[in-house]
């Protein structure tokens, strides 16, 4: 009995989350995404205090969806087109990776915290697939899109105090960004190990015009489909009338 | 910079450059008031180009369209170029048409295959269209330099349907255009150019002008203000359906368009008037024909991702 109970308490403390947590702390701003008429991609800023000789990579991700997808083949031997579905699981819909150094340097665990690491997760069906030929084609269809990134250059680290170090990081957020939630992580990882990390939740929500079209336009689809007709026949009228009373004369 | 450039398409899940769309509707009005076609079949291949999925830029273009006939409309109304009766009859072949076509792209669209299908009509449809016009119009030009040369074959090619269409029941008089069919063959060939414009999403007029000229032998004039007509109410039809069904129109995308082209149509139309005909004509066809082509290699060159998203959102 007292065995278990002092492998039990081992355990606790090998727990990494809880522990590991209270020596990285960071604040986000804005708070939320708000995606308004303007709204053309913006940035998000990651300040905070990691441990003291840890490199750190900024992560702004979705949660893992399933997706299903058509694979491109040649139809006839001639023709490319959509051929067998494909489902994948466990995909983000974005997936932004920021880094002091590239990950590739950061030893061991370096890779399983990029792309590599989120791919190597990522579940196909029908399990016959080629991984390797469909998992990097996913990867270049999400970068080509602006939703999947690996650099960089946009964290900082600051001057250090009791063995913290101040950081920054300025995330950019694509153009092409689906309302919903999601999460903004920071990983401190020494000598190839993670050392600690955190998290916090960020929202995307459409606010303004566009969340007044999307709604119309989801929920009150036929109205919204005749209000569109009205409105370009008015314009249409409108234009024709001025042009043709500035042609007669 | 002071004034905000970028909008964001709520529908199309994107941000554009509201002075490249608006650049766009301009360029593409302009052609279309100098060649008088919708302009519809140019219009969706590039609003794709611009990263618009293409589903969101066919059925965009359609509401596009119903602002930009309307105006046409307006203006051979008052010729009187508008042969009412035809018109209605296409319309209904239309109406019908277009909404097996909205089906038939849901349908396609579940199964991941409606951008193909967008494609490959729009290859044949361009290629029909702009060869048969480059043909035409080389031999306009060849006509009018050798001016002695007659040619009656025309008339004998199509005689086997002329006696067919006029085997077919209830023989009516169309007098505006001057012609005697029956109501059967307008509705069929509205059906027809319906369901192409509705996969497509484009108003159909560069399809409905041949149709309406070679096959319903109506004259000229009355053929580009009955078009119009036809292709103002198929649109309206095929922009709620999509809009209802697929959730595919962007409104805000559509209103930039339709400011942007109607300015273009009406500057293209005066443009128009000061050039001259088959060489028009011919620069038109080379136009749809390189447009065609592009198409054609994105279906044969390797794509550059082997992935597709099924649907939209």
Same mark, same amino acid.
């Given at each position: 009995?007292?065995?278990?109970?002092?492998?039990?308490?081992?355990?606790?403390?090998?727990l990494?989350?809880?522990?590991l947590? %209270?020596?990285l702390?960071?604040?986000?701003?804005?708070?939320?995404?708000?995606i308004?008429? @303007?709204?053309?991609?913006?940035?998000?800023?990651?300040? #905070?205090?990691a441990?003291?000789?840890?490199d750190?990579?900024?992560?702004?991700? #979705?949660?893992?969806?399933?997706?299903?997808?058509?694979?491109k083949?040649?139809?006839?031997?001639?023709?490319?087109?959509?051929?067998?579905?494909?489902?994948?699981?466990?995909?983000?819909?974005v @997936?932004l990776?920021?880094s002091?150094?590239?990950?590739?340097?950061?030893?061991?665990?370096?890779?399983?915290?990029?792309?590599?690491?989120?791919?190597?997760?990522?579940?196909?069906?029908?399990?016959?697939?080629?991984?390797?030929?469909?998992?990097?084609?996913?990867?270049?269809?999400?970068?080509?899109?602006?939703?999947?990134?690996?650099r960089?250059?946009?964290?900082?680290?600051?001057?250090?105090?009791?063995?913290?170090?101040?950081f920054?990081a300025?995330?950019?957020?694509?153009s092409?960004?689906?309302?919903?939630?999601?999460a903004?992580?920071v990983?401190?990882?020494?000598?190839?190990?993670?050392?600690?990390?955190?998290?916090?939740?960020?929202?995307?929500?459409?606010?303004?015009?566009? %969340? @007044?079209?999307?709604?119309?336009? @989801?929920?009150?689809?036929?109205?919204?489909?005749?209000?569109?007709?009205?409105?370009?026949?008015?314009?249409?009228l409108?234009?024709?009338l001025?042009?043709?009373?500035?042609?007669?004369? | 910079m002071?004034?905000?450039?970028e909008?964001?398409?709520?529908?199309?899940?994107?941000?554009?450059?509201?002075?490249a769309?608006?650049?766009?509707?301009?360029?593409?009005?302009?052609?279309?008031?100098?060649?008088?076609?919708?302009?519809g079949?140019?219009?969706?291949?590039?609003?794709i180009?611009? #990263?618009?999925?293409?589903?969101?830029?066919?059925?965009?273009?359609?509401?596009?369209?119903?602002?930009a006939?309307?105006?046409?409309?307006?203006a051979?109304l008052?010729?009187?170029?508008?042969?009412?009766?035809?018109?209605?009859?296409?319309?209904?072949?239309?109406?019908?048409?277009?909404?097996?076509?909205?089906?038939v792209?849901?349908l396609l669209?579940?199964?991941?295959?409606?951008?193909?299908?967008?494609?490959?009509?729009?290859?044949?449809?361009?290629?029909?269209?702009?060869?048969?016009?480059?043909?035409?119009?080389?031999?306009?030009m060849?006509?009018?330099?050798?001016?002695?040369k007659?040619?009656?074959?025309?008339?004998?090619?199509?005689?086997?349907?002329?006696?067919?269409?006029?085997?077919?029941p209830?023989?009516?008089?169309?007098?505006?255009?001057?012609?005697?069919?029956?109501?059967i063959?307008?509705?069929?060939?509205g059906?027809?150019?319906?369901?192409?414009s509705?996969?497509?999403?484009?108003?159909?007029?560069?399809i409905?002008?041949?149709?309406m000229?070679?096959?319903?032998?109506?004259?000229?004039?009355?053929v580009?203000?009955?078009?119009?007509?036809?292709?103002?109410?198929?649109?309206?039809?095929?922009?709620?359906?999509?809009?209802?069904?697929?959730?595919?129109?962007?409104?805000?995308?559509?209103?930039?368009?339709?400011?942007?082209?109607?300015l273009?149509?009406?500057?293209?139309?005066?443009?128009?008037?000061?050039?001259?005909?088959?060489?028009?004509?011919?620069?038109?066809a080379?136009?749809?024909?390189?447009?065609?082509?592009?198409?054609?290699?994105?279906?044969?060159?390797?794509?550059?991702?082997?992935?597709?998203y099924?649907?939209?959102?």
């Open positions: 009995m007292k065995r278990v109970i002092i492998l039990l308490s081992f355990l606790l403390l090998a990494p989350g809880a522990a947590a %209270a020596n702390d960071f604040g986000v701003a804005p708070q939320g995404i708000a308004d008429t @303007f709204y053309n991609g913006t940035s998000v800023t990651v300040e #905070g205090a441990p003291e000789g840890a750190l990579v900024v992560r702004f991700s #979705g949660a893992p969806e399933k997706v299903a997808m058509k694979q083949g040649k139809a006839f031997g001639l023709l490319w087109m959509n051929m067998n579905t494909l489902h994948f699981d466990g995909v983000p819909k @997936f990776v920021e002091t150094l590239p990950l590739k340097d950061l030893g061991a665990v370096g890779p399983t915290l990029g792309l590599d690491g989120l791919t190597d997760k990522v579940g196909i069906e029908p399990a016959t697939a080629d991984r390797a030929m469909l998992l990097p084609e996913l990867v270049k269809l999400k970068k080509s899109e602006g939703l999947y990134r690996e960089t250059g946009a964290v900082t680290l600051g001057e250090s105090a009791g063995g913290q170090r101040k920054s300025r995330l950019a957020i694509p092409r960004l689906s309302p919903g939630e999601y903004i992580e990983i401190a990882v020494k000598d190839g190990l993670i050392v600690a990390q955190s998290s916090q939740p960020m929202s995307a929500k459409m606010i303004g015009a566009p %969340a @007044f079209l999307a709604d119309l336009a @989801f929920n009150h689809a036929v109205w919204y489909g005749v209000l569109a007709s009205i409105i370009a026949i008015i314009a249409g409108g234009i024709g001025v042009f043709q009373s500035k042609g007669a004369h | 002071s004034i905000p450039m909008l964001y398409l709520p529908i199309a899940g994107n941000s554009v450059n509201i002075m769309v608006f650049g766009l509707g301009g360029a593409v009005g302009l052609l279309s008031g100098i060649f008088g076609v919708g302009g079949f140019l219009m969706t291949p590039l609003l180009m611009m #990263g618009i999925p293409p589903t969101v830029a066919a059925a965009t273009d359609s509401n596009q369209i119903v602002g006939s309307t105006s046409g409309t307006l051979h008052r010729l009187g170029n508008v042969d009412v009766k035809m018109g209605l009859l296409l319309l209904v072949g239309g109406v019908l048409g277009g909404s097996v076509g909205v089906q792209i849901k669209r579940a199964m991941g295959n409606a951008d193909f299908l967008i494609n490959i009509t729009y290859v044949l449809m361009l290629g029909l269209v702009g060869g048969y016009m480059f043909i035409e119009s080389l031999q306009a060849r006509k009018a330099k050798a001016p002695a007659q040619e009656p074959e025309k008339h004998v090619k199509s005689s086997a349907f002329g006696r067919m269409v006029g085997m077919l209830w023989q009516m008089d169309f007098t505006r255009s001057g012609v005697r069919m029956s109501p063959l307008p509705l069929l060939l059906g027809l150019v319906g369901l192409l509705a996969i497509m999403g484009v108003g159909g007029g560069f409905m002008v041949p149709v000229v070679y096959l319903l032998r109506m004259p000229m004039h009355v580009v203000g009955t078009s119009l007509f036809q292709i103002l109410f198929t649109c309206v039809n095929v922009t709620v359906m999509q809009a209802s069904t697929n959730h595919t129109v962007d409104f805000v995308l559509a209103l930039i368009l339709l400011i942007g082209s109607s273009g149509a009406q500057v293209g139309a005066v443009v128009g008037k000061k050039l001259g005909g088959e060489q028009l004509k011919i620069l038109l080379s136009l749809v024909l390189v447009m065609m082509f592009k198409i054609l290699y994105e279906l044969l060159a390797r794509p550059d991702v082997l992935l597709a099924i649907g939209g959102h």
